[in-house]
């Protein structure tokens, strides 16, 4: 492959992993957790691009609160960055993606954009649908990766494809995005056919998706030039400057630019994708019992089924349990019904609220 269409993978990992709580947490969200095995999730994401034939060094987007726990994952798999950009306060996508895209070695580079905290069980298909979309992002459009859906699921956002694209023999124009939709309206567009799962993984020259900032998001694209006009960088690692950067506008990539741009592509893909977005979702990708049971670490289930219990540490018994998702993490411990597993985010950020007890 010749050295022009070599990829710049941007990794994201600023995300906060709520949804996996008490497990997940601010300190340590759910992407530097070793939830399917002995390597993380961000260390996966990692190793999808270390092939040197399609791949350059990846920029790493993350908090600077993850610093530390960044580098020891990387050291851990052998990633070397391009460079770390640490994020010194949380502002969504779009900025985080914009300080990538300023910080290519040329304007006319391949950003291969994608979430740390996504897993991807089918390599070879995700590679293949990468490199058949590189004409794609070269002819200046911003293309987006559809996840073929599986069932009626709420909790993503869908993208309707439009007609092909002239000389491509996979990718389509995006009609539109559809935010998450209730029950019904999932349901009828998997009937209509011609929807995909937003993954949110996306391939685009760094150039492109600086002038569609320009035209759509313009006081976003001037704070995250300023900031990274006034770094500061120290050991490969990009400090933007704070005050420029928090001044950016916090919004995500699909509300800031992919809705509002002219040239938006997609690209249908298989690759057995998850954001591993909830408990309920974790147990779909995890091996299960005799009796459908799900257990991570110490626990013992009898005359149950259907049941997920995560727990490393305490020694867990149930009898005579259905439908359960039983988590315990050092002094937490959670319990609720399968299918139910949207409402962790609540629930953690009601504890977080100081709780007022009556004299």
């Given at each position: ?5 070599l ?31 002995p390597l993380s999730?961000f ?17 790493i ?9 960044m ?22 996508t779009a ?8 910080s ?17 069980k ?37 993208i ?10 996979r ?47 313009p ?30 506008p ?12 002219e040239?938006?592509?997609v ?9 591993v ?9 995890c091996d ?5 049971n ?14 997920l ?37 609540k ?13």
């Amino acid at each position: 492959m010749k050295q022009e269409t070599l990829i710049t993978p941007v990794i994201l990992s600023g995300g906060s992993g709520t949804r996996l709580w008490p497990v997940s947490t601010a300190e340590k969200p759910k992407q530097f957790l070793n939830l399917l095995g002995p390597l993380s999730m961000f260390q996966l994401t990692a190793q999808r691009c270390s092939n040197e034939k399609l791949y350059r060094k990846p920029i790493i987007v993350g908090s600077s609160s993850h610093a530390n726990i960044m580098q020891e994952q990387m050291q851990e798999v052998g990633v070397a960055p391009e460079t770390v950009i640490l994020e010194p306060c949380p502002r969504n996508t779009a900025p985080a993606i914009a300080l990538a895209a300023l910080s290519a070695e040329s304007p006319a580079d391949l950003l291969l954009v994608m979430p740390s905290d996504h897993m991807i069980k089918n390599i070879t298909a995700f590679q293949k649908a990468v490199q058949e979309s590189i004409s794609v992002a070269q002819s200046r459009w911003l293309v987006t990766f559809g996840i073929e859906p599986t069932a009626p699921e709420t909790g993503y956002g869908y993208i309707q494809q439009g007609d092909a694209i002239f000389g491509s023999t996979r990718s389509l124009s995006a009609k539109r995005f559809v935010e998450k939709p209730d029950q019904e309206k999932a349901k009828k567009m998997l009937a209509e056919g011609g929807f995909h799962w937003n993954a949110g993984i996306f391939l685009f020259r760094a150039d492109v998706y600086l002038t569609a900032m320009e035209k759509h998001s313009p006081d976003m694209l001037l704070a995250c030039i300023a900031a990274m006009n006034n770094k500061r960088t120290e050991n490969l690692i990009c400090y933007p400057d704070p005050d420029a950067f928090s001044s950016a506008p916090s919004d995500s990539i699909d509300y800031a630019i992919m809705e509002k741009a002219e040239k938006v592509a997609v690209t249908p893909v298989n690759p057995g994708w998850s954001d591993v977005g909830s408990w309920d979702s974790l147990c779909e990708l995890c091996d299960k019992d005799e009796d459908s049971n799900v257990i991570i670490g110490k626990a013992k289930a009898i005359a149950s089924a259907n049941n997920l219990i995560h727990s490393p540490e305490l020694e867990v018994a149930v009898h005579g349990v259905q439908n359960l998702i039983i988590v315990t993490h050092g002094n937490k411990v959670m319990v609720l019904p399968r299918g139910q597993s949207q409402n962790v985010k609540k629930l953690a950020e009601n504890l977080e609220k100081k709780v007022k007890y009556p004299r």
